[in-house]
């Protein structure tokens, strides 16, 4: 039985979780789509980088001009950081009723942190769904945000069994 490196879940379940998300984040952004493209006012999805939603580097969305460096930097910190509040939220020995508080703050930290660098992604799926129906460069830059996430979700698994040794 192989739990992976955060130790909760079996590699075997991995491509079906991954699909679902995939599925699950388009579904939900093309009714965000159907909603905002009723609008008179709306441009298209394609008219500005990051418009839609998208994560995005090397665009001057919000005055500042983040690379691709800073991009990766970010995303794999802030989803290190919010994979090891996960796992310590959820530990069972954790105090029960405050995981969702500690989840929800640490999220909304993070989107504060990192909305004017990338438009915050720290997750692979949500990150797709939105590009789907995005311009082009937002596909192009996609890698990106299924790359960082990653890293930093192994790197906080594996730092977290070195937190909480045979606790889980």
């Known amino acids: 039985m192989d739990y992976g490196w955060g130790g909760r879940f079996e590699a075997k379940d991995l491509p079906g979780y991954i699909l679902a998300q995939v599925l699950g984040g388009a579904f939900g952004a093309l009714i965000l789509y159907l909603i905002v493209s009723s609008s008179p006012d709306f441009a298209g999805v394609g008219t500005a980088h990051g418009a839609f939603a998208t994560n995005f580097y090397d665009a001057n969305i919000y005055g500042v001009n983040f690379g691709m460096l800073g991009a990766l930097i970010t995303e794999i910190v802030m989803t290190f950081m919010f994979l090891i509040v996960i796992l310590g939220a959820t530990h069972k020995n954790a105090s029960p ?26 997750n692979p799926a949500r990150s797709t769904a939105v590009a789907i129906f995005a311009e082009a460069n937002a596909m192009g830059q996609l890698w990106l945000f299924w790359v960082a996430p990653i890293v930093g979700a192994a790197l906080a698994g594996i730092v977290y069994k070195f937190m909480a040794p045979n606790k889980d």
Do not use: D, R
Request: charged residues 0%.
């Open 97 to 122: 009723g405050f995981g969702g508080m500690a989840i929800g703050l640490a999220l909304t930290l993070i989107h504060l942190i990192s909305i004017p660098v990338t438009n915050t992604s720290v």
